[in-house]
């Protein structure tokens, strides 16, 4: 298409946008069509890896992100003062980060 933006064109573009227009109609009603630079349309093609991360991001997506039965089942542990609780563990993983920290 032909950009009339700004009526005040130099003489030089004035003919350059005045064949440019010639062209294309010239070039429509030889092939009977739209000249190919308008006929073009973007397209987005997806490599077989990114229609299974896309797969598998919508099925994630259904996915709750917390497991409501696990939490509650936990919290009535708590309350009931059944939750196991390893202080073996909480030492290892204490001092763990400790060490991390002291390493950062």
């Known amino acids: 298409m032909v950009n009339t933006i700004g009526r005040n064109q130099p ?3 004035k003919a350059y946008t005045s064949q440019k227009t010639t062209r294309l109609r010239e070039n429509e ?3 009977g069509n739209k ?6 349309e ?7 890896m990114a229609k299974e991360i896309q797969m598998a991001k919508s ?3 259904g996915i709750p ?3 409501a039965e696990k939490v509650t089942e936990i919290k009535n542990q708590i309350s009931q003062g059944t939750y196991p609780v390893s202080s073996e563990k909480i030492a290892h993983r204490l001092m763990g980060e400790s060490l991390l920290n002291e390493l950062l």
């Open 29 to 31: 009603n030889a092939s």
């Open 35 to 40: 000249p190919a630079a308008d006929s073009r």
């Open 11 to 13: 003489a030089g573009i």
């Open 65 to 67: 992100d917390v497991r």
């Open 59 to 61: 099925q994630l997506q």
């Open 42 to 48: 973007d397209r987005v093609l997806l490599s077989p």
